[in-house]
């Protein structure tokens, strides 16, 4: 089955940095639009970041300027760094792929990050 799997998660103080992973197998994964999206306690999933197949990023704007999302096709992996990290940002961080001729659509298991002095 296809499988997304975060990794890169953990306790972090204000003001540091964090670089997450996503490893996906059984997909083509540089057909795939990859993203990031997070969900805080209480609140709903929103995006975070993505990446298309030509590394056109998109990026939310309560993070513009402190993220970097980027893609290593030939290890079918998708990462998110971030820095400058705020207590506002704890949630879990979900990887997913998307491919738009078909509406392909999945979803990682997500990860812990927390922002926390």
């Known amino acids: 089955q296809v499988q997304l799997v975060e990794s890169g998660g953990g306790l972090v103080q204000p003001g540091g940095s964090l670089r997450l992973s996503c490893a996906a197998s059984?997909?083509?994964?540089?057909?795939?639009?990859m993203g990031w999206y997070r969900q805080a306690p209480g609140k709903q999933r929103e995006l975070v970041a993505t990446?298309?197949?030509?590394?056109?990023?998109n990026y939310a704007d309560s993070m513009r300027g402190r993220l970097t999302i980027s893609r290593d096709n030939a290890k079918n992996t998708v990462y998110l760094q971030m820095n400058s990290l705020k207590p506002e940002d704890t949630a879990v961080y979900y990887c997913?792929?998307?491919?738009?001729?078909?509406?392909?659509?999945?979803w990682g298991q997500g990860t812990q990050v927390t922002v926390s002095s």
């Open positions: 997913n792929a998307y491919r738009v001729y078909d509406l392909r659509n999945y």
């Open positions: 059984r997909i083509i994964f540089s057909t795939y639009v």
């Open positions: 990446i298309s197949s030509s590394s056109t990023t």
